[in-house]
């Protein structure tokens, strides 16, 4: 059967990343670069951002299929843009693309752009709230841009402990992904907020652990060694976080990974429920 054609033909250079061939889930190091590679500049950012958004190539053919991966490559290429014009486009990619690759990589795409994101992302950090998935990508993104710029740390410090001041307002998973980013900070200032989001039961502690398993990782109280403690999530493995350089074996590591794509996964089918639901 042949292939539906989109109704406004891609041109190059974007056309291009319709072949560029199948990917993995990699760290930013291993890239192509793809501004380089296809001259991609800010008048291509609307054609890569409708390749982005074009699920109708996601996984529809195969995975050996290269058109399948043409919206991750768009995605990669936007994020290299550093443009925050690409931003909106962003946003509405975690609100319509149910993706592995997306809620993997989409943050790091969106911290490229810098501090310049932070407005914006503050905005759909608060309209996030009630929606798990969407708020992981937003998280993840604020977090990282405070690891990688110290002239910012403190404001997203402050963006991300503001939503814990009613913690009720919240779905429990966006409460522990902000306590995990806030633990990943060693935001020390924010713990009466972590403790309150706790002894109002609005935590969901797969992973991100109780009150004194945040208190243990932050050296506050020493472990029990009785007592079976879960691994914190990592969101951003590749920016020198200090937790993550503290493990004590790569068999930690790898518990702690796949306890953040259970977490990941059960953020992605209640988003599902919701898109449902709207319908």
């Not at 935001?187 to 609005?202: G, N, R």
Request: with cysteine; aromatic share 8%; net charge negative.
């Amino acid at each position: 059967m042949d292939k539906p054609q989109p109704e406004f033909p891609y041109t190059p250079p974007v056309s291009h990343l319709l072949t560029h061939g199948r990917i993995e889930l990699f760290e930013t190091e291993q890239w192509p670069d793809y501004v380089t590679q296809y001259g991609f500049t800010a008048e291509h950012i609307p054609e890569l951002t409708r390749l982005m958004l074009d699920s109708s190539y996601l996984k529809e053919y195969g995975l050996e299929d290269p058109e399948t991966y043409a919206g991750v490559h768009a995605m990669r290429a936007l994020g290299q843009l550093r443009d925050p014009d690409t931003l909106p486009g962003f946003l509405t990619l975690i609100e319509t693309i149910d993706d592995e690759y997306t809620w993997e990589e989409a943050p790091i795409c969106i911290a490229m752009m810098g501090p310049v994101a932070l407005p914006l992302l503050t905005t759909a950090l608060e309209e996030a709230r009630q929606k798990d998935a969407d708020a992981l990508v937003v998280i993840s993104a604020i977090e990282r841009i405070g690891m990688e710029y110290d002239e910012v740390k403190s404001a997203c410090i402050e963006i991300l402990a503001a939503t814990l001041h009613d913690p009720e307002a919240n779905a429990p998973d966006f409460n522990a992904n902000v306590i995990q980013a806030l633990v990943q900070f060693r935001a020390m200032e924010t713990l009466p907020l972590i403790e309150q989001a706790y002894a109002k039961d609005t935590v969901e502690m797969l992973g991100v652990g109780d009150w004194e398993d945040v208190q243990v990782e932050l050296g506050l109280k020493e472990p029990d060694p009785n007592r079976q403690r879960p691994l914190l999530f990592d969101f951003a493995p590749s920016i020198g976080d200090p937790l993550l350089q503290d493990r004590k074996s790569v068999h930690a590591t790898d518990q702690k990974k796949k306890a953040k794509r259970k977490m990941t996964e059960k953020s992605r089918q209640q988003n599902r429920k919701h898109k449902k639901k709207k319908k």
